[in-house]
C-alpha cells in the first residue's frame, strides 16, 4: 500500500522552461513534506520542504506548493537547468511516528 | 556527507548466507533509518531507530534485523541473503526536532 505515490516515472523539459514534478498522499496523518533529489552512485540529498500548516514555500529556482484537500504536491523548478537532471523523490513524514516515506521518484532531464 | 558511514560500500554474496551492513555517525543524531533503493519502487523503508536499542518496523522489513547498541552505530542484519534483497541500502541520519534526513552514500549488496 503505497502512502506517497510520484506517478509520472520520467519528465523531460527544455533548458530555461519550468519542470513541475508532482506527489500524491493517502495518510493525512503527514505533517511535514519534503523533496529530495539524487545522481546516480550518490545518496539523496534534500532539496525543500513544506510544513501541512503552509501551502507554499519558495528557494530560489525551486517552490513546493501543497494542497491538504487534494493530498498533492508539487515541485517547480523555474528557470529548468541541465544539471537539474536527476531523480527526484517526495516524502512524508507523520511526527508522531518518525517515519519518513518516499514515493516512487521522477526521473528528470532537461535538454540544453 | 552530514557525519554518516556506510559500510561496505559493495558486497556479493551467496543465497542463504548472513549479512550485515552498518552505518556509522558523528552526529549524534537520535534517529537512524535504513532504507532500500529498487527501480519502479523508489526508496522504501526498512528499519528505523528513535533511539539506543529503540527499533521500529517501515514498510519491507521482512527478512531484515536491525540493532543499535550506540548512538552512533545502527546495523542491518540480513539472516539469510535472498536474491529479492540485491539492492542498494542508504542509511540516514535525523535530529529531532528537524524533519531532514541526511543520507549516505550507500551500500550495493547483490545476492547471487
Known amino acids: 500500500d503505497q502512502q506517497v505515490k510520484q506517478n509520472s516515472p520520467s519528465l523531460s523539459v527544455q533548458e530555461g522552461r519550468i519542470s513541475i514534478l508532482n506527489c500524491d498522499y493517502t495518510?493525512?496523518?503527514?505533517?511535514?513534506f519534503l523533496w529530495y533529489k539524487k545522481y546516480p552512485a550518490e545518496g539523496p540529498t534534500f532539496l525543500i520542504s513544506i510544513s501541512s500548516i503552509k501551502d507554499k514555500n519558495e528557494d530560489g529556482r525551486f517552490t513546493v506548493f501543497l494542497n491538504k484537500s487534494a493530498k498533492h504536491l508539487s515541485l517547480h523548478i523555474v528557470p529548468s537547468q541541465p544539471g537539474d537532471s536527476a531523480v527526484y523523490f517526495c516524502?512524508?513524514?507523520?511526527?508522531?511516528?518518525?517515519?519518513?516515506?518516499f514515493g516512487q521518484g521522477t526521473t528528470l532531464q532537461v535538454k540544453p | 556527507d552530514a557525519g554518516i558511514t556506510q559500510s561496505p560500500r559493495h558486497k556479493v554474496t551467496e543465497t542463504g548466507t548472513p549479512v550485515t551492513l552498518r552505518c556509522h555517525q558523528t552526529e549524534n543524531h537520535r534517529y537512524m533509518y535504513w532504507y532500500r533503493q529498487d527501480p519502479g519502487h523508489g526508496l522504501r523503508l526498512i528499519h528505523y531507530s528513535y533511539g539506543v536499542k529503540d527499533t521500529d518496523k517501515g514498510e519491507v522489513s521482512d527478512g531484515y534485523s536491525v540493532s543499535r547498541s550506540k548512538t552512533e552505530d545502527f546495523l542491518l542484519t540480513l539472516e539469510s541473503a535472498t536474491s529479492s534483497q540485491t539492492s542498494v541500502y542508504f542509511c540516514?541520519?535525523?535530529?529531532?526536532?528537524?524533519?531532514?534526513?541526511?543520507f549516505g552514500s550507500g551500500t550495493q549488496l547483490s545476492v547471487l
Open positions: 495518510n493525512s496523518m503527514f505533517d511535514y
Open positions: 516524502a512524508a513524514i507523520s511526527g508522531n511516528t518518525g517515519k519518513l516515506i
Open positions: 540516514a541520519i535525523r535530529e529531532t526536532g528537524n524533519e531532514k534526513l541526511f
